[in-house]
């Protein structure tokens, strides 16, 4: 009957845009743990021994080779916690200065040359990306701390000592709509109770993995058959009365219409993935 066949119709949307939200999910839950895990291979190798046995040469030989185990990442890095105080040493030390995320003629930013940008202007504290994997080497010497939603990003990291996600936003150079998932790196094992101040004193550095949405859905979508069947959009409802597009074209068709619900580990932000049939039956 013509009943059935809607019925029929509507759980066939749900099967498909549930396994699709199961698999974005998944993917992005397994690249947070390596990232996780990387946050303490950089703890280990890099303040638990002296000397370090991590540079940058180490640093992106591991990232790369092991870029199969973060799916949907576009790079990590890895950023130093530099009190102002210790600003100087640390260009002399690097041989170049800490550049601001930001340039004056805000037009050209997501062009994003290090050599073009201008130098961080004074602050209490700064987060120069030091390490990075080939990919995104181009954030190398930026203060993260200089763009907004990585500073909040790394503000709760060190206060939490969990894996925290940003809002979308426009990623450097990509000029793609992504995240940015960071730990913190604290210079000792810090129980796991300890206060957010304390976790904020003994955090040392910063480890981010940035996610660039457009590219990396298309991938994941294009595996799986059916693309023609289904229009997939990926929406950031952290605040529902805006919800922000991560992935898709903005569709305003009221025909049918499934909403799975995705966790991508971060209990502050909220997403959905909405699905919808290409064609009308
Ligand atoms: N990584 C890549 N592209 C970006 C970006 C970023 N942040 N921010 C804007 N475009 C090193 O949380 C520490 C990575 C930030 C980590």
Redesign the pocket.
């Known amino acids: 009957s013509l009943r059935d066949k809607s019925l029929r119709r509507e759980e066939t949307l749900a099967n498909m845009c549930d396994e699709r939200a199961r698999m974005l999910q998944d993917q992005f839950n397994v690249s947070m743990n390596h990232v996780h895990a990387l946050a303490i291979l950089v703890s280990t190798f890099h303040y638990g021994k002296d000397p370090s046995a991590i540079d940058q040469k180490t640093f992106g030989e591991y990232t790369e080779r092991t870029a199969f185990e973060r799916p949907l990442t576009?790079?990590v890095?890895?950023?130093l916690k530099v009190p102002h105080s210790e600003r100087k040493q640390f260009e002399k030390q690097h041989g170049w200065t800490i550049k601001k995320?930001e340039m004056e003629d805000q037009t050209l930013v997501q062009d994003c040359i290090p050599e073009k940008l201008d130098p961080a202007p004074i602050q209490d504290e700064y987060?120069p990306?030091i390490f990075s994997q080939e990919t995104?080497s181009h954030?190398v010497s930026i203060d993260?701390m200089s763009?907004k939603?990585?500073r909040e990003?790394?503000l709760r990291?060190r206060a939490s000592g969990k894996g925290v996600l940003t809002s979308p936003?426009k990623?450097?150079?990509?000029n793609h709509l992504?995240v940015?998932l960071?730990f913190a790196v604290y210079n000792a094992d810090i129980p796991l109770d300890s206060t957010p101040e304390l976790r904020t004193e003994s955090t040392v550095g910063?480890?981010?993995?940035?996610y660039d949405i457009p590219s990396l859905v298309e991938k994941l979508l294009h595996q799986l058959a059916s693309k023609q069947t289904i229009v997939v959009n990926v929406y950031d409802t952290t605040n529902a009365l805006a919800p922000i597009l991560m992935y898709g074209t903005d569709v305003t068709d009221t025909g049918l219409l499934h909403i799975s619900n995705l966790d991508f580990g971060d209990p502050l932000r909220k997403h959905q993935m909405h699905c919808r049939f290409k064609y009308k039956p």
């Open positions: 576009s790079g890095a890895y950023a995320m987060a990306v995104v954030i993260m763009g939603e990585d990003n790394i990291a936003f990623l450097l150079k990509s992504g940015v960071t910063y480890l981010g993995a940035s």
